[in-house]
Nanobody
């Protein structure tokens, strides 16, 4: 069993920055891929960024160049650095973990609001 807890959300002005973090915990767990998703009100949950256990990263087009996903395997955390934020980035951001066995875990989400 893996527990994921997101933190770092909040209210920021357009053009500002936020740093989200996802902390994974559990007993005897291994995680292969970790990812961030987001869901705006009335919309589906969309993929934002992924980082594999080997450090490979991928981003959806709308955030590439503005967001950076990283991974601290020792601390079991996955930060998401977000810069040049836009109102369209407003959403609940969720962390997702996939184990080598294919099990999927989600965090409870953290709200990001970009508004002046």
């Amino acid at each position: 069993q893996v527990q994921l807890v997101e933190s770092g959300g909040g209210l920021v002005q357009p053009g500002g920055s936020l740093r989200l973090s996802c902390a994974a915990s559990g007993t005897g767990f291994r995680i292969n891929t970790m990812a961030w998703y987001r869901q705006a009100p009335g919309k589906r949950r969309d993929w934002v960024a992924t980082v594999t256990s080997g450090g490979s990263r991928a981003y959806t087009d709308s955030v590439r160049g503005r967001f950076t996903i990283s991974r601290d395997n020792a601390a079991n955390t996955v930060p998401l650095q977000m810069t040049s934020l836009k109102p369209d980035d407003s959403a609940v951001y969720y962390c997702k973990a996939i184990t080598p066995e294919g099990l999927v875990y989600w965090g409870q989400g953290t709200q990001v609001t970009v508004s002046s």
